[in-house]
């Protein structure tokens, strides 16, 4: 048998075991699994030096291999990651359990009683990268929906998602559910990635969560439904009616922040009747973080020493750096138009006082998160207060924008009658 065939048959096997956990999982009792996630949150609390040592074998091994910067903050298990981790774990743990929830109920003529039950998804695979903190907030949050989860990380945490994959065992084996509803894939070889996109007989949907290459890698392999995300490109809209102050904070935030995050903004896009009062307020504040503009002709002039002219690649550009297009448009109109063009579905951001500009900018602007007056970086699991997240779904079906618990759940149809037959 060759190395090929080997991963398959390991792969096999455990698409076997998680099928088989997946039906514990989805008839165990709120109480129990939130006893399972509480246990683990004690774990990461606890054995923190096992995690950080683990941790350090994958960052001294990336440094090596010359890993840029935005991934070796991704990949690093700081104390407040893990902490993180932790609190995850409790705020899911604390949230209602949608399964078994009847969501709506309605009466036929005929007197039988129809309703809609959420149930588990069944099997969850994810595919990502880079961020090891992934297994734990992907794990818990597939244990509270009762789905099993099958986690295979990127080779550059592989100690990081073993070392904690031991603990989400240690805390399911101390509460009485199978080892096999959380299992992490403990081969780097790319092959297993192949073999489980086509194990739709076990898995139920797949998730991959990384770089524009490995979702379409994914989503182009895989014989069962994908959640995905492309990239994100994400904007803010300073309007004509915008507080200028207040709209120079959220856009320092949106791409200053984090730069390296999906959330982070990628482009401003300022309308002509400010961009005068505004632009040199962005060039001094984020140009002085060493924030580089691509500029459009209008704005290049008012954006200093660190703006360059934008070339036609700019626009949806996802640049994972202190890099920001900006473009001065004469409309919300024309600003709704660039979105629409450029946009990834992810996030999108208006800066106005102006109710009804920003009632329209809500319903108009096509992504999973639209805000007003507030960052981009609150597209995110946690801070919308679904304790964690799975990852950003920006395909509609079935889930829009983070993926919480819920999402993570579907809906059966459930009839209650006193003895009806149909005529």
Same mark, same amino acid.
């Given at each position: 048998?060759?190395?090929?065939?080997?991963?398959?048959?390991?792969?096999?096997?455990?698409?076997?075991?998680?099928?088989?956990? $997946?039906?514990?999982?989805?008839?165990?009792?709120?109480?129990?699994?939130?006893?399972?996630?509480?246990?683990?949150?004690?774990?990461?609390?606890?054995?923190?030096?096992?995690?950080? *040592?683990?941790?350090?074998?994958?960052?001294?091994?990336?440094?090596?291999?010359?890993?840029? $910067?935005?991934?070796?903050?991704?990949?690093?298990?700081?104390? &407040?990651?893990? @902490?993180?981790?932790?609190?995850?774990?409790?705020?899911?743990?604390?949230?209602?359990?949608?399964?078994?929830?009847?969501?709506?109920?309605?009466?036929?003529?005929?007197?039988?009683?129809?309703?809609?039950?959420?149930?588990?998804?069944?099997?969850?695979?994810?595919?990502?990268?880079?961020?090891?903190?992934?297994?734990?907030?992907?794990?818990?949050?597939?244990?509270? +929906?009762?789905?099993?989860?099958?986690?295979?990380?990127?080779?550059?945490?592989?100690?990081?998602?073993?070392?904690?994959?031991?603990?989400?065992?240690?805390?399911?084996?101390?509460?009485?559910?199978?080892?096999?509803?959380?299992?992490?894939?403990?081969?780097?070889?790319?092959?297993?990635?192949?073999?489980?996109?086509?194990?739709?007989?076990?898995?139920?949907?797949?998730?991959?969560?990384?770089? @524009? &290459?490995?979702?379409?890698?994914?989503?182009?392999?895989?014989?069962?439904?994908?959640?995905?995300?492309?990239?994100?490109?994400?904007?803010?809209?300073?309007?004509?009616?915008?507080?200028?102050? *207040?709209?120079?904070?959220?856009?320092?935030?949106?791409?200053?922040?984090?730069?390296?995050?999906?959330?982070?903004?990628?482009?401003?896009?300022?309308?002509?009747?400010?961009?005068?009062?505004?632009?040199?307020?962005? +060039?001094?504040?984020?140009?002085?973080?060493?924030?580089?503009?691509?500029?459009?002709?209008?704005?290049?002039?008012?954006?200093?020493?660190?703006?360059?002219?934008? *070339?036609?690649?700019?626009?949806?550009?996802?640049?994972?750096?202190?890099?920001?297009?900006?473009?001065?448009?004469?409309?919300?109109?024309?600003?709704?138009?660039?979105?629409? +063009?450029?946009?990834?579905?992810?996030?999108?951001?208006?800066?106005?006082?102006?109710?009804?500009?920003?009632?329209?900018?809500?319903? @108009?602007?096509? $992504?999973?998160?639209?805000?007003?007056?507030?960052?981009?970086?609150?597209?995110?699991?946690?801070?919308?207060?679904?304790?964690?997240?799975?990852?950003?779904?920006?395909?509609?079906?079935? $889930?829009?924008?983070?993926? &919480?618990?819920?999402?993570?759940?579907?809906?059966?149809?459930?009839?209650?009658?006193?003895?009806?037959?149909?005529?």
């Amino acid at each position: 048998m060759d190395a090929a065939h080997d991963i398959a048959a390991q792969m096999e096997a455990i698409g076997r075991r998680a099928t088989a956990a $997946a039906r514990v999982l989805a008839a165990a009792s709120p109480a129990l699994k939130n006893r399972a996630l509480l246990q683990l949150a004690q774990l990461l609390r606890t054995r923190g030096d096992v995690i950080a *040592q683990a941790n350090r074998k994958d960052l001294v091994a990336a440094d090596a291999a010359g890993m840029d $910067a935005p991934r070796m903050d991704r990949l690093r298990l700081t104390d &407040g990651v893990v @902490e993180a981790m932790a609190k995850a774990c409790e705020d899911v743990a604390a949230q209602s359990d949608p399964v078994g929830a009847i969501e709506t109920m309605w009466k036929r003529p005929n007197g039988i009683m129809v309703g809609k039950m959420r149930i588990p998804l069944g099997v969850v695979a994810m595919i990502f990268e880079s961020r090891p903190n992934v297994t734990v907030d992907s794990a818990v949050l597939c244990l509270k +929906a009762g789905n099993a989860v099958i986690l295979r990380g990127g080779s550059e945490a592989i100690h990081s998602n073993l070392a904690l994959a031991a603990l989400l065992h240690e805390a399911l084996d101390t509460v009485g559910l199978p080892a096999d509803c959380a299992q992490v894939v403990a081969t780097t070889d790319r092959a297993a990635v192949t073999a489980l996109c086509k194990m739709d007989q076990y898995i139920d949907v797949m998730i991959p969560r990384g770089g @524009e &290459g490995l979702v379409r890698a994914v989503t182009q392999a895989a014989t069962m439904p994908v959640l995905k995300h492309y990239q994100g490109v994400c904007h803010c809209y300073v309007d004509k009616a915008a507080d200028l102050e *207040q709209a120079l904070a959220i856009v320092y935030n949106g791409k200053c922040q984090r730069p390296g995050v999906c959330n982070a903004l990628e482009a401003t896009l300022v309308h002509a009747d400010v961009a005068e009062a505004f632009l040199p307020m962005l +060039a001094k504040k984020l140009g002085g973080m060493g924030v580089e503009f691509r500029a459009c002709p209008r704005a290049l002039p008012l954006l200093g020493a660190t703006a360059v002219p934008a *070339q036609p690649a700019d626009w949806g550009q996802e640049f994972h750096a202190l890099i920001m297009a900006v473009k001065v448009v004469d409309s919300m109109d024309a600003a709704l138009d660039h979105i629409a +063009a450029y946009g990834s579905n992810h996030t999108e951001v208006i800066c106005s006082r102006d109710h009804d500009t920003v009632m329209r900018f809500l319903r @108009e602007a096509d $992504a999973s998160m639209v805000a007003a007056n507030a960052s981009s970086r609150f597209n995110d699991g946690g801070e919308l207060g679904l304790g964690a997240e799975i990852g950003i779904s920006t395909s509609k079906l079935h $889930a829009y924008g983070p993926m &919480g618990a819920t999402e993570l759940t579907s809906t059966k149809f459930v009839v209650l009658g006193q003895g009806q037959t149909r005529g």
